[in-house]
């Protein structure tokens, strides 16, 4: 995971209501099944003018401005990578009969890509979003590249936008499945499946919320690579932590939450629901003879569950107090969420 960083455009900010107000009025808590006005489709060998049947190309024929633009996407599995890097905002909608429940999605994007064949980490992502104000629903990304004893970093999603929210969509790969490394996101009411250091990154603000974290092997959930006292911090709340359906056999007492990949790695996670089987350190360093432990925060509020009993954690990680755990939440650490996260998919005390 130590990569060079994409060169980022930062934008100005677009105001993004008005692409979900247009998009997903129709989406809130039920079905999804039509395109909304004006939106570019995307559908399993079509030859309609003006449709696509590969999503990479509906994204690429987005006009080069600022404007707000919407794709929809019919059922089916489309291959390839995709990249958006557009200025203005865009929302990607997958098809679907429940907007808030990601097992219901009908839509997947799929490729397979490892670090051995490729210059970066990054560029081995399924769906690499590079521009800012970008909104993903109901989606599908898998990263199939599978298992390596070497150079098996093979990325699902590569977060490197800011205001990017994630809704109901399911990331799968085994070793580094979702890079969250740039900008301030959100991941609600999705599922994350992986093994090794799933979910990582370097710089980024990113809260995850009513989420299914799925551990498919040995290994950690995070790997903050935070290397600065900065802004940088993964925040979750109100998660659950699974063994994922395929799980393989020496997950048992092998997973962690997370290491430290960066030596100021922060992460919290709060009201946790934990099933599957975590080492009982519950944490781990880096790697023997580069611990990288010396200014982590590495904290837990409330976590429960049969993955969690007995416990012993490593002193160089934190249990919050209710008060201590009150000063972790979206509010405090993205403070105009209101601005462009969809609340529909926040649980209910929002």
């Known amino acids: 995971m130590s990569l060079p960083f994409p060169s980022l455009n930062m934008r100005a900010f677009v105001p993004f209501l008005l692409v979900l107000g247009s998009a997903i009025s129709s989406s809130f808590g039920g079905t999804c099944t039509g395109p909304p006005a004006g939106a570019v489709i995307v559908k399993p060998n079509t030859n309609v003018t003006g449709e696509f049947s590969d999503l990479g190309a509906a994204v690429n024929s987005l006009p080069v401005d600022d404007t707000s633009q919407v794709v929809f996407v019919y059922p089916g599995v489309y291959t390839g990578q995709v990249n958006i890097s557009r200025s203005g905002p865009v929302t990607i909608m997958g098809y679907t009969r429940d907007s808030l429940d990601f097992a219901q999605n009908t839509v997947s994007l799929v490729h397979n890509a490892s670090l051995a064949t490729s210059a970066s980490d990054d560029l081995t992502g399924t769906l690499r979003v590079l521009s800012n104000n970008v909104s993903l629903y109901n989606l599908d990304i898998r ?14 999603l590569s977060n490197q936008g800011d205001q990017v929210g994630v809704y109901a969509c399911r990331l799968f790969s085994y070793q580094d499945t979702l890079y969250t490394n740039v900008g301030n996101h959100v991941y609600l009411k999705s599922y ?15 809260y995850f919320e009513g989420n299914t974290i799925a551990s498919k092997g040995a290994g950690c959930v995070t790997a903050s690579g935070r290397e600065l006292n900065d802004t940088g911090i993964y925040v979750f709340n109100e998660n659950k932590i699974i063994a994922a359906p395929d799980a393989f056999p020496n997950v048992t007492n092998n997973v962690f939450l997370g290491r430290p990949w960066g030596d100021w790695a922060r992460v919290v996670f709060k009201n946790t629901d934990i099933t599957a089987p975590l080492n009982k350190t519950i944490w781990s360093i880096w790697n023997v003879g580069d611990p990288n432990t010396e200014f982590v925060f590495l904290a837990e509020y409330n976590s429960s569950g049969p993955g969690v009993e007995h416990a012993h954690r490593p002193n160089f990680s934190t249990v919050l107090t209710p008060e201590e755990a009150a000063q972790y939440t979206l509010l405090s650490a993205i403070p105009n969420y209101r601005d462009w996260v969809d609340a529909e998919y926040l649980l209910p005390e929002f």
């Open 192 to 206: 994350i499946e992986g093994a090794v250091d799933f979910i990582f990154g370097r710089h980024s603000i990113a």
């Open 143 to 156: 990263n199939d590249f599978g298992v390596a004893l070497t150079n098996g970093q093979a990325i699902a």
